[in-house]
């Protein structure tokens, strides 16, 4: 299963799955260079015979698939060992069939779960699992809110440094109170490795899952600082170059127009080759050079 990443991903921030009853078994589908967090609605291409099965005996059931992501991003054909134990269960929401066999889905995650048992393997995974309650956090808490503050400000940092600062996705971040769905919406936009990310779904304690994506913010924003910094330091020099080149074209165009810019340049040239076929101590050749 492939993802494709440039396809928008978002995330619903006003579903609620709480409710849902979800079976103790599902069919499971490997996906890899993505780690879903909870809310999330993603489109993914799904390619492998197995994934294919995997989606359509999710159709033909209550339409609950077992998101696991691959711990190395190039296995085709990933054995149960090869994929972290901690997912997400997801909801397929829409189905298209490609001309090429392999199928458009759009899923949205409802719940966090780890596979316990493995029930089969072909045609296709199916697999046991526990789903994973979010512990509570005190959002009164003085310290948990200037976190999120935190979160919020270094956040909007990064987005203006990348020049991708988008007001509807801070309107969003800035209405979320719940610790641990803002460290999954910002955990989820950030450019994380997949280690990264599968530390942040596996972390339970909301509190504590924000401060680990406060860390990598800590460490991006440094990152993109510095980036900006070099982008701007190129800019200018480009900038810097293209003006003495204007100048200097403005320096020779003045010369031709005044008549003796080919002439004086002849004479230069003809008086540093004299210099360098004549011998000379190293001083006097240097001092002549000052006079042409």
């Known amino acids: 299963m492939d993802f494709n990443d440039s396809l928008s991903i978002g995330m619903d921030d006003f579903a609620d799955h709480e409710d849902m009853v979800i079976p103790s078994e599902l069919p499971m589908m490997a996906v890899r260079d993505v780690v879903v967090f909870n809310y999330m609605i993603i489109p993914l291409f799904v390619g492998r015979p197995s994934s294919v099965e995997a989606v359509n005996a999710a159709l033909e ?5 077992m998101l696991l992501t691959q711990k190395d991003a190039t296995r085709d054909n990933p054995e149960p060992d090869d994929l972290y134990k901690v997912g997400m269960v997801c909801m397929v929401m829409r189905t298209l069939t490609l001309p090429d066999g392999r199928l458009k889905v759009l899923v949205q ?4 779960a780890k596979v316990k048992k493995y029930s089969q393997t072909e045609p296709y995974c199916l697999v046991k699992i526990k789903t994973l309650a979010e512990k509570e956090a005190d959002i009164t808490d003085v310290e948990t809110e200037a976190l999120m503050r935190t979160v919020r400000e270094q956040t909007e940092k990064i987005m ?3 020049g991708i600062l988008s007001a509807d996705l801070m309107m ?5 109170e ?9 955990g989820s936009n950030l450019r994380l490795k997949i280690t990264e ?3 942040i779904l596996e972390e339970l304690n909301p509190v504590k899952r924000l401060q680990l994506v406060n860390d990598l913010l800590a460490k991006e ?8 910094k070099i982008q701007s330091d190129a800019k200018e020099e480009m900038s810097k170059s293209q003006r003495e080149y204007y100048l200097r074209e403005q320096l020779h165009a003045l010369q031709k127009e005044l008549g003796d810019g080919d002439e004086r340049g002849q004479e230069i040239d003809d008086l540093m080759r ?8 190293k001083f006097v050749r240097k001092e002549a050079k000052k006079q042409v």
């Open 160 to 162: 203006s440094l990348r």
């Open 197 to 199: 990310s599968q530390a």
């Open 178 to 186: 719940e610790p641990g769905r803002l460290a999954d919406l910002v």
């Open 274 to 281: 004299k210099l360098k076929k004549n011998k000379m101590p």
């Open 109 to 112: 995650a409802v719940s966090k």
């Open 221 to 228: 924003l440094e990152v993109s600082t510095v980036q900006a």
């Open 172 to 176: 969003i971040i800035n209405n979320i």
């Open 61 to 65: 059931g209550d339409k609950l698939l």
